[in-house]
């Protein structure tokens, strides 16, 4: 036989067993939607891919920014019609803690430990000015080392365009690997100026945060080139999430 024949037929099957992944798609709230408000707030997932190694992902893509993109990855399994997705991500408890009070001197007070009451052997730590987005000032840093009470004083004079002021940012490494950030605002946007800053501020770095798993799992119903999503539970944690819920559409259409 031939030998060109003969690797052709020991392919076929191969060939003919290679599958593509498939995508089904709903794109009510995608990024490339223009009929969507916007101003609505809010987010869902636009496109699901399934793929032939049992993995799939399900993507958002919102028109903020691709910044804001958001992606579940998992394992999928399929019995008849009916897909179950799995997935589980972590979450983690907020590694900085914020305690606000104010007197009338006109200077910020940032008092600085850690909740096992630890020696900060590093000194300094960096500070940015964030201001108000319509004021249209650049954000400044700056680096400035602790006291021996462990805290640092700023004048408001001494920080630029005071009244323009949104937040302050904070870094600081605890180690060489684990950093500590966090924003010093009263505001829920932290480039928004809602109202001032209190003065007297305690800010309490967590050692070891605490972390849990949490496990979801998605079932979709396809009936021709349409998938059902019919459920989506997730298992519960103890600490709070901080990622932003997104749901998911009713139906998604096969992707032609």
């Not at 003919?16 to 939607?33: G, S, T």
């Not at 969507?36 to 699901?48: A, K, P, R, T, V």
């Not at 958001?70 to 999928?76: A, D, L, T, V, Y």
């Amino acid at each position: 036989m031939n030998l060109k024949i003969l690797i052709l037929i020991l392919f076929t099957p191969f060939l003919f067993a290679q599958e593509e992944p498939v995508v089904y798609e709903n794109d009510a709230k995608a990024y490339y939607n223009e009929n969507y408000n916007w101003d609505s707030n809010e987010l869902s997932f636009c496109d699901l891919t399934i793929s032939p190694d049992s993995t799939f992902s399900f993507y958002c893509r919102p028109n903020i920014s691709c910044w804001t993109w958001f992606e579940i990855k998992g394992n999928w399994k399929k019995e008849n019609n009916i897909y179950t997705f799995l997935s589980q991500y972590e979450v983690s408890e907020n590694n900085t803690r914020l305690t606000f009070d104010k007197d009338l001197t006109k200077k910020y007070l940032l008092k600085f430990r850690t909740d096992k009451k630890s020696e900060l052997k590093n000194r300094n730590i960096k500070i940015e000015y964030i201001y108000d987005y319509d004021a249209k000032i650049d954000d400044v840093e700056k680096t400035m080392s602790f006291d021996s009470n462990n805290s640092i004083e700023i004048p408001f004079k001494e920080i630029p365009n005071h009244k323009k002021l949104a937040s302050i940012k904070i870094e600081y490494y605890l180690s060489e690997s684990e950093k500590r950030y966090a924003y010093i605002t009263e505001g829920q946007t932290v480039n928004e100026k809602e109202k001032d800053i209190p003065n007297i501020v305690e800010i309490e770095f967590v050692e070891k945060p605490l972390k849990e798993i949490i496990y979801r799992t998605t079932i979709g119903k396809l009936e021709g080139e349409k998938l059902e999503i019919i459920s989506n539970e997730k298992t519960k944690t103890s600490l709070s999430e901080n990622l932003k819920e997104i749901s998911f559409e009713k139906y998604y259409e096969l992707r032609k």
